[in-house]
């Protein structure tokens, strides 16, 4: 019996918002979009006191991966957190808990009596 592959589609899914989330410019954008949502972009490139070009490139970024949604809005993009991109690394963490008591694999050293 084979292991199964290491990158089966949902870790690809989790890698990709783990790498979409692992900067800190794009963690300040995420929380700016959960103070006010419906954010304009030229208010990000303020609040977030980088250039515009760089602002847009994360921004860029975090709709790719599907954390954030954009809608043109005359001449301004409004953007806004789409929370259920959060669900497939919300599961994943969860499921993450400390093995048993004694449960370890990692050979413990044996005491002296």
């Not at 515009?52 to 975090?62: A, D, G, K, M, N």
């Amino acid at each position: 019996m084979s292991n199964p592959p290491f990158s089966a589609p949902s870790d690809q899914q989790l890698c990709d918002l783990a790498k979409a989330l692992a900067h800190p410019a794009r963690l300040r954008i995420l929380r700016l979009l959960l103070a006010t949502p419906g954010c304009i972009g030229g208010d990000i490139v303020d609040a977030v006191g980088l250039a515009q070009s760089t602002v847009s490139e994360h921004l860029r970024i975090l709709k790719a991966a599907g954390v954030i949604t954009g809608e043109i809005a005359g001449p301004r993009v409004c953007y806004a957190l789409n929370a259920a991109a959060f669900d497939p690394i919300t599961e994943f963490m969860a499921s993450l808990s400390s093995p048993a008591q004694g449960a370890c694999c990692i050979p413990q050293p044996e005491v002296s009596k």
